[in-house]
């Protein structure tokens, strides 16, 4: 699907779901920062604190472009969809969406160790205003399921298959949603700066034959110790292009 500009916020995006966009890439004159916070602030206190970052950067909300989440461990269908339907009408509040289009990216990803009590920011990207940038992108998380169906579990690539051949089909089905979204934006895995892997399993099979083989892996591939949001989800990836990144 082709992407959309959305001038308020200074970038562009793929659509996807009602609760995240499939990624985002910077429009013309702005270029993308991202932001890790030293240990994951709830979600009402990080909305707080992301939208005084913004005005101490001259920047409006609408500027906010994409999240990565920590939440407590894997929900049901249900319960995701009632902690998306929250997340989305504080996206509403900043003026991020419009006609029922979300144009935010978006991980959200629970810890197996030391996850937080409730949903919360780890980090966040937003733009910033630059004459003459470089590629500037977030692509959102992927798990082994294709989106936009009526259901999760239905659709789960090799459920509950820890076999290596199991998670190689899983990592190919992510790669190749990581791709897609790459090539809607005019990229490929040559202007990513990170590469991050979610997972429990042991991943280290595929890590020549699907990851390395791909090019995807020219900086290294950050691997957090973490679940995808769902129940049933066993492996998740997301990229990035950025050339500025802080901590706060």
């Not at 009590?117 to 399921?145: L, N, Q, R």
């Not at 990851?211 to 998740?236: Q, S």
């Amino acid at each position: 699907m082709p992407s959309r500009d959305f001038v308020p916020g200074g970038y562009r995006y793929q659509p996807g779901v009602f609760q995240y966009s499939a990624g985002v890439a910077a429009l013309a004159g702005f270029r993308i920062e991202r932001v890790m916070l030293r240990t994951p602030v709830r979600l009402r206190e990080g909305f707080a604190r992301i939208e005084a970052i913004l005005a101490s950067a001259g920047r409006p909300t609408t500027a906010f472009a994409a999240c990565e989440l920590r939440s407590p461990g894997p929900m049901s269908e249900t319960t995701f969809r009632a902690f998306n339907e929250l997340y989305v009408d504080r996206l509403v509040q900043f003026g991020l969406i419009v006609d029922g289009a979300n144009p935010v990216a978006r991980s959200n990803v629970c810890p197996e160790i030391g996850a937080p009590a409730e949903p919360s920011f780890h980090a966040f990207s937003y733009t910033v205003e630059e004459a003459a940038p470089g590629p500037s992108f977030v692509i959102s998380g992927s798990g082994e399921v294709p989106e936009g169906k009526a259901n999760y579990r239905d659709h789960i690539i090799r459920p509950g298959d820890e076999s290596p051949a199991g998670l190689k089909a899983k990592a190919a089905f992510v790669l190749d949603a990581m791709e897609a979204r790459l090539a809607a934006f005019g990229f490929g895995w040559g202007e990513t700066t990170a590469v991050q892997v979610y997972t429990l399993r042991d991943f280290h099979p595929v890590i020549a034959d699907e990851i390395m083989a791909r090019g995807c892996g020219r900086h290294g591939i950050d691997w957090h110790y973490c679940r995808p949001p769902v129940v049933g989800l066993d492996y998740e990836m997301d990229c990035r292009g950025v050339d500025r990144e802080r901590v706060v």
